[in-house]
Structure formats: C-alpha cells, structure tokens
C-alpha cells in the first residue's frame, strides 16, 4: 500500500535557551495515523521537541511542515487548531470550571458556535464518565480525572495530531491505568499521536515507531520489537538495561 504524505516535516531544527543547546537538529517525519513513542534520558530534549512542533517553544532554527505548510509566528493559532497538545501537569486553569475549561479554545479561536461546542463538551465528558463534573472546579477533581479533561479539551478542536507531553507521570498509580486506556482508545481509533513517556510496557505495546533522543539528537529509531529486542546502539542498549 502506497504511504501517506506525511503530516508533519521537521527539518534540522534546533532550539537553544542562551548558551544552553537542547535541540541539535532533528530531521523527522510523522505520517497520518503513526503512534510515535518518544524515548531518552531527563534532559534529553523530548518534552522541548514537543514544545516545539506546537510552538509553545519558538525553534531557534529550522523548519517544521504541517500538511505541507511552513508553521510561522503568523499561521500557528490556525496550525493549533489541528495539532492537539497534552501536558504532563495538565494546564487546567483553576478559575474555570471544567465545562469552561473545555468551552475555552473553541469559542476563542471562533471554530464552533456556543451550542455545538457545549454539546461536544458533554458527549466528551460523558464518554469518559465525568458528565457529572462539567461544573466543578480543577482544584476538586483528582489528577487522573484531570488529566482525563485535558485529554478530552485537547480533542474539542478535533485535531488531526495530538502530542502527549508525559502525561502520566505526575499521576499515582491508580490513576495511571484510566488515562493510558484512554489514550489507547483514542489509538485505537487511527488517531495520529506523538507521546513522550517513561511508561515502557505502554510504548511497547501501542507504538508503530520508538524514537530515542539524546542530547538533543535523534540517536536510533525503529519499529518497538525491533528497538526493545535488538537495540542497534550502545546508548540505547545502555538505557534500556536501566529501564527493563
């Protein structure tokens, strides 16, 4: 079967904080329907190369394509409304009910009338059993219920990429099982997904590619029995006998 044009085109993109180089050009392509596992040490860069197909980090140099177009300063809130972003933290604002919460983009960026996105907004809630929380307040709702809420907020704009910036590892272990289902769900459904994560048995099992970066390179890559059962470098031999 011939591939899909790929979705999403980075070319050698570097981000620097000061002196400090945390991206050091990353070529990569991420076609329609892909479920990219994101791998490496802390500090490698994976949460910053995320940051930065989203522009919630301005890349120093380089080149990210989306749908075959350049994403600059002037077109990322449209770029936005097609790639999805899920943060490890959540980013819920605590002044806003969870309705508001999920109300928040769409009404913003003028992509659905009040009543289709409050109408969203309850069939997403009551998909994943927090109906009954559309009024309450962040500070009440338990962390995998708020992560489940970011999940669903990020998928109110129907988005064609979503990334998922550790999104379990500020969850107790309980809750843990509740959001990985979901995302497994939202695989399941051809969803084309990018996720940094520390959880190994997940990446193995839902990834159709591992990619692992170091020091802010692209050090290997490969289909996940490959990469768990043949590493083709020491480093990732290194780090998956710390891991495993």
Same mark, same amino acid.
């Given at each position: $079967? ?28 991420? &076609? ?8 490496? !040490? ?5 949460? #910053? ?24 300063? &002037?077109?990322?809130? &449209? ?33 659905? #009338? ?23 307040? !962040? ?15 990020? $998928?109110?704009?129907? !988005? ?30 051809? $969803? ?49 006998? &710390?891991?495993?």
């Amino acid at each position: $079967m011939e591939n899909k044009e790929a979705d999403l085109k980075i070319k050698n993109l570097h981000k620097s904080f000061g002196k400090n180089k945390v991206l050091n050009g990353i070529n990569f392509e991420l &076609k329609d329907g892909e479920r990219v596992v994101i791998l490496g !040490p802390s500090g490698s860069g994976k949460s #910053t190369f995320l940051r930065c197909i989203n522009w919630m980090e301005e890349p120093t140099a380089g080149e990210i394509y989306f749908n075959g177009t350049l994403i600059t300063e &002037k077109n990322i809130r &449209k770029m936005r409304r097609n790639i999805g972003m899920v943060f490890q933290h959540f980013n819920l604002i605590n002044n806003l009910t969870v309705m508001e919460n999920l109300l928040l983009a769409p009404m913003k960026l003028k992509v659905l #009338t009040h009543e289709a996105a409050e109408k969203r907004a309850k069939e997403l809630l009551r998909h994943i059993g927090l109906l009954n929380k559309a009024e309450a307040y !962040p500070a009440s709702l338990s962390g995998g219920q708020k992560q489940r809420i970011a999940i669903i907020r990020a $998928m109110m704009l129907n !988005p064609e990429v979503l990334l998922f910036d550790e999104p379990t590892s500020a969850l107790d272990p309980e809750a843990i099982g509740d959001v990985l289902d979901l995302i497994r769900e939202l695989a399941g459904q051809g $969803m084309t997904i990018m996720i940094v994560t520390h959880e190994m048995g997940f990446a193995r099992e839902i990834a159709t590619r591992i990619v692992f970066i170091d020091k802010g390179r692209i050090i290997e890559e490969g289909e996940p029995k490959e990469f768990f059962t043949h590493p083709q470098t020491d480093r990732v031999k290194e780090f998956l006998k &710390k891991v495993l």
